[in-house]
């Protein structure tokens, strides 16, 4: 089992950046894939990012050109850098072992206008 733990996010003002970052609780060096989720009250969990292990990195369609997903296996933890944020990217920001389904407790990014 691996345990994953979000941090990083927190009250920023519109337009500004974010690096949240999903630690493991071992190494990450063998996993599928890691990604990224947000939820908002008012919206289902969405996806934002997949990297695999290979480097490999996925983003929605809707996510493309603010959201950047990376990768430290020396640290076994998985970033994800957003910019320009905007007030709907508020959410609870969680990070997600591939196909394992183990979850983070998330963290709150909350963006003000």
């Known amino acids: 089992q691996v345990q994953l733990v979000e941090s990083g996010g927190g009250l920023v003002q519109a337009g500004g950046s974010l690096r949240l970052s999903c630690a493991a609780s071992?190494?990450?060096?063998?996993?599928?894939?890691i990604r990224w989720y947000r939820q908002s009250p008012e919206k289902q969990r969405e996806l934002v990012a997949t990297?695999?292990?290979?480097?490999?990195?996925y983003y929605a369609a809707s996510m493309k050109g603010r959201f950047t997903i990376s990768i430290d296996n020396a640290k076994n933890t998985v970033y994800l850098e957003i910019n320009s944020l905007k007030p709907e990217d508020t959410a609870v920001y969680y990070c997600?072992?591939?196909?394992?389904?183990?979850w983070g407790q998330g963290t709150q990014v909350t963006v003000s206008s």
């Open positions: 997600n072992l591939y196909p394992n389904n183990y």
């Open positions: 990297i695999d292990s290979g480097g490999n990195t």
């Open positions: 071992r190494s990450i060096v063998s996993i599928n894939a």
